[in-house]
């Protein structure tokens, strides 16, 4: 039973367009969302978070967006660097149980140049 | 440093062998998580500690998956007799609270 989904495994796009990427999940007790950001042989790296309180959330040019009746979370990277190209993950936490992150499969985005 | 750190970066282990996983939250951080991550998947719980407590090991898949943090700072995860589908990069997470974890770069275990 996946939780939290990334329906796309891959994202191409142009070096200075919008890159977004997509997430779904299931269970309505999740109230925070974070996105990580994955280089091969490293660990997950923070990006942004999202309260359950709030339908946006905004850092310089990463921003994500949360729309909770379609249980649905959106990253958006404008304008998209090739250093960009990476892993990301979103996951889900409800705060009120132990913390534990419910991650979505990842999506291989690639920032050509 | 700042970070999050595991050791060791890499272990290749034989069938059978048991091995030790240490990680070493940034520091004053309260809770601490291990995850598994298989090629090509997101990383999935394992087990949670709150200072030294273990509070939810839910996700440990066998009882041969042990974990400790008995001064609630660093936090070693050990395997007792590996199989070969114990393969996978083990990532140890922390936080101040139940909030933003951040991550290690995680110990890739290959077991032969």
């Known amino acids: 039973d996946q939780q939290v989904k990334q329906n796309s495994p891959s994202l191409s796009v142009q070096e200075g367009r919008i890159s977004i990427l997509n997430c779904d999940y299931t269970n309505s007790m999740f109230d925070y969302f974070l996105w990580y950001k994955k280089y091969p042989a490293e660990g997950p790296t923070f990006l942004i978070s999202i309260s359950s309180i709030k339908d946006k959330n905004e850092d310089g040019r990463f921003t994500v967006f949360l729309n909770k009746s379609a249980k649905h979370l959106s990253l958006h990277i404008v304008p998209s660097q090739p250093g960009d190209s990476a892993v990301y993950f979103c996951?889900?936490?409800?705060?009120?149980?132990?913390?534990?992150?419910?991650f979505g499969q990842g999506t291989t985005l690639q920032v050509k140049p | 440093g700042a970070g999050v750190s595991q050791s060791p970066r890499y272990k290749v282990a034989k069938r059978g062998q048991d091995v030790a996983l240490r990680c070493d939250p940034i520091s004053g951080h309260v809770s601490l998580f291990w995850y598994q991550q298989a090629l090509g998947q997101g990383p999935e719980f394992l087990t949670y500690?709150?200072?030294?407590?273990?509070?939810?090991k839910s996700g440990l898949p066998s009882d041969r998956f042990f974990a400790e943090r008995p001064e609630g700072s660093v936090s070693t995860l050990k395997i007792q007799r590996t199989q070969q589908e114990d393969s996978a990069v083990y990532l140890c997470?922390?936080?101040?609270?139940?909030?933003?974890?951040?991550f290690g770069p995680g110990t890739r275990l290959t077991v032969l």
């Open positions: 997470a922390s936080s101040l609270m139940l909030d933003t974890q951040y």
């Open positions: 500690f709150q200072n030294e407590a273990q509070l939810d």
């Open positions: 996951a889900a936490l409800n705060t009120r149980n132990t913390g534990k992150l419910i």
